[in-house]
């Protein structure tokens, strides 16, 4: 899975592909979560033209004054003219309550997109808000649970008609995802990235059992670089 988050051979996604409907990405500041998660947008659409979907959407939410300010860089390779780009759809929220306005009324859909990707998930949950809306000193921690049931459900509604998946990015500060006990109950797989101490990230995936798939990157031009994949048993 970890290439999907890079510029591959179409063949490679392909085999690839298996089913994870909920993913979280996690890793340190600036270690280039949004174009990681920017550039599987772009392989999920691409995929859908591949296959000969003409309806094959992806749904990219962010926030925008935080995109504008700091844009996705493409995996080298790729043509920023593209008409795969036609393809993501993008969507600009603020907090916790746009995200879930989105999802409640996800099932009235005609069609679902084949990916949504929601850039920050964590940062759109303001402690204060949270609090004061629930009036608890855990608020942030049940809307991120309230919301996350409510994604989860959307994607198994979704799931029934045709595939559907949802990638989450958020940050983390220590060794791994903050709030990881949230997290669990509702992502079938997490990936983490750490640094190598020499400028380079590790973006690993531990989703297949026995077996942990690694990716080592770069970002450097203002591109995306995937130096090298490798795979090892535990």
């Not at 998660?37 to 859908?48: P, R, Y």
């Not at 190598?196 to 297949?208: A, K, P, R």
Request: glycine content about 6%; hydrophobic content about 35%.
């Amino acid at each position: 899975m970890v290439q999907r988050f890079f510029s591959v051979r179409q063949m490679d996604l392909q085999e690839n592909s298996q089913s994870h409907p909920v993913m979280l990405l996690s890793g340190p500041p600036s270690c280039g979560k949004t174009s990681l998660i920017f550039q599987f947008a772009f392989n999920s659409a691409m995929e859908e033209a591949h296959h000969g979907n003409t309806n094959g959407k992806v749904m990219f939410i962010c926030n925008r004054r935080k995109l504008e300010a700091k844009p996705p860089y493409l995996s080298q390779g790729v043509d920023s003219s593209s008409e795969t780009f036609q393809r993501i759809q993008m969507k600009y929220v603020d907090d916790d309550e746009g995200i879930k306005k989105y999802f409640a009324a996800f099932h009235l859909h005609d069609t679902f997109p084949v990916a949504v990707v929601i850039d920050d998930f964590g940062d759109f949950f303001d402690e204060r808000s949270c609090q004061e809306r629930y009036g608890n000193p855990r608020g942030r921690d049940l809307a991120m649970v309230r919301t996350l049931a409510l994604c989860h459900n959307a994607m198994v509604h979704a799931n029934e008609t045709s595939p559907c998946k949802l990638l989450l990015s958020d940050t983390h500060h220590g060794d791994s995802p903050r709030l990881l006990f949230i997290y669990k109950r509702w992502v079938t797989t997490i990936f983490t990235i750490q640094g190598d101490g020499s400028g380079s990230f590790v973006l690993i995936d531990y989703s297949n059992s026995g077996r942990t798939k690694t990716a080592k990157y770069s970002i450097a031009l203002q591109y995306l670089f995937l130096e090298e994949i490798t795979e090892a048993s535990e």
